[in-house]
């Protein structure tokens, strides 16, 4: 049963709801910070890591933030801090998952691009870019995802990940590079 | 991402039109995740909602500390007599102490010679 949430909190800023959970213990505010944030955090664990219990990351991702709140420093945005805990989530996540070099392997050898349904070619292109994130290290995989992907500036990845923005750029530069690579090795011309 | 290369603007433009969605989340996740909270202990959230009584506490301690601080440092370092005060001893020991030097050996049964103290010096 969804609980209620009175028009006057979901008029209010992040800053002022993180506030009041902090000073209230008020649920209600964490509630909504919530439904705010969970799309974002949701399609970014996805996307850094895959997985295939990804309601239950979502969820460790807001109970860690949760738990986390008296010590968040409000000197930065609260969504900043909130994509680290995803980031986090979904970094000890992909520690303890295989590789999936095999089923790399199959994609690449079932790709036809001739005289194929508009729909199957679609599919296949999103496995294609689902593969090739794979394939990138941890740390060019966040760069690109975050930042190409979901749209989030650099200064503030550099923020989330907690390195220099230059660092950012050059990951940037180096991941493109390995996407362009596996996209024209799989037949690709982008 | 202004002034991108052609190439990376159409690698980027493929990897957005082509990014994976996540599947949506079970109508339930959300509040599985206000009952998760709920569990939590309450002592945290008992602890982070009165900071004012770790200050107050903090303010203790540190009057505890300097009232002790200060009394060590005074019974180390005892102050000295101010000249009014050596005066007023001087006269004290004057006007009630005899001089020792010249006088027989007091008996002690001879309570005539002795000198009665003013209480008030005390």
Redesign the interface.
């Given at each position: 049963m969804v609980g209620e949430v009175n028009d006057a909190t979901e008029l209010m800023t992040d800053d002022l709801l993180v506030k009041r959970c902090v000073a209230e213990n008020d649920r209600h505010s964490f509630r909504l910070l919530y439904r705010r944030h969970q799309s974002r955090v949701r399609q970014i664990i996805y996307q850094l890591c895959d997985p295939i219990s990804l309601d239950d990351l979502v969820q460790e991702a807001f109970l860690r933030a949760w738990k986390g709140l008296p010590k968040f420093r409000q000197s930065s945005q609260f969504s900043t801090w909130l994509y680290r805990i995803a980031w986090n989530v979904a970094s000890d996540r992909r520690q303890t998952l295989a590789q999936e070099r095999s089923r790399l392997k199959n994609i690449s050898e079932s790709i036809s691009t001739q005289h194929e349904d508009p729909d199957i070619i679609q599919l296949h292109y999103q496995d294609l870019v689902r593969a090739g994130l794979s394939l990138l290290s941890e740390e060019h995989r966040s760069v690109l995802v975050l930042h190409d992907l979901e749209e989030i500036p650099q200064k503030e990845v550099a923020e989330i990940l907690k390195i220099p923005v230059g660092t950012v750029k050059s990951r940037l530069f180096h991941a493109r590079i390995g996407m362009r690579k596996f996209l024209e090795q799989a037949g690709m011309q982008i | 991402?202004n002034n991108l290369p052609d190439?990376?603007a159409?690698?980027?433009d493929?990897?957005?039109?082509?990014?994976?969605?996540?599947?949506p989340?079970?109508p339930e996740?959300?509040?599985?995740?206000?009952l998760?909270?709920?569990l939590?202990p309450?002592e945290?959230?008992e602890k982070?909602?009165n900071p004012w009584r770790r200050y107050l506490m903090g303010g203790i301690g540190l009057i505890i500390a300097a009232s002790v601080s200060t009394t060590i440092f005074q019974m180390m370092n005892p102050p000295e007599p101010s000249i009014a005060e050596l005066n007023q001893l001087n006269l004290f020991l004057e006007a009630y102490l005899p001089d020792l030097s010249n006088q027989p050996e007091l008996d002690t049964g001879d309570r005539e010679n002795l000198v009665e103290l003013d209480p008030d010096l005390f």
């Amino acid at each position: 049963m969804v609980g209620e949430v009175n028009d006057a909190t979901e008029l209010m800023t992040d800053d002022l709801l993180v506030k009041r959970c902090v000073a209230e213990n008020d649920r209600h505010s964490f509630r909504l910070l919530y439904r705010r944030h969970q799309s974002r955090v949701r399609q970014i664990i996805y996307q850094l890591c895959d997985p295939i219990s990804l309601d239950d990351l979502v969820q460790e991702a807001f109970l860690r933030a949760w738990k986390g709140l008296p010590k968040f420093r409000q000197s930065s945005q609260f969504s900043t801090w909130l994509y680290r805990i995803a980031w986090n989530v979904a970094s000890d996540r992909r520690q303890t998952l295989a590789q999936e070099r095999s089923r790399l392997k199959n994609i690449s050898e079932s790709i036809s691009t001739q005289h194929e349904d508009p729909d199957i070619i679609q599919l296949h292109y999103q496995d294609l870019v689902r593969a090739g994130l794979s394939l990138l290290s941890e740390e060019h995989r966040s760069v690109l995802v975050l930042h190409d992907l979901e749209e989030i500036p650099q200064k503030e990845v550099a923020e989330i990940l907690k390195i220099p923005v230059g660092t950012v750029k050059s990951r940037l530069f180096h991941a493109r590079i390995g996407m362009r690579k596996f996209l024209e090795q799989a037949g690709m011309q982008i | 991402m202004n002034n991108l290369p052609d190439e990376d603007a159409k690698l980027i433009d493929f990897l957005c039109h082509n990014r994976s969605i996540a599947p949506p989340e079970l109508p339930e996740l959300e509040d599985r995740l206000m009952l998760q909270i709920d569990l939590l202990p309450t002592e945290k959230a008992e602890k982070v909602s009165n900071p004012w009584r770790r200050y107050l506490m903090g303010g203790i301690g540190l009057i505890i500390a300097a009232s002790v601080s200060t009394t060590i440092f005074q019974m180390m370092n005892p102050p000295e007599p101010s000249i009014a005060e050596l005066n007023q001893l001087n006269l004290f020991l004057e006007a009630y102490l005899p001089d020792l030097s010249n006088q027989p050996e007091l008996d002690t049964g001879d309570r005539e010679n002795l000198v009665e103290l003013d209480p008030d010096l005390f």
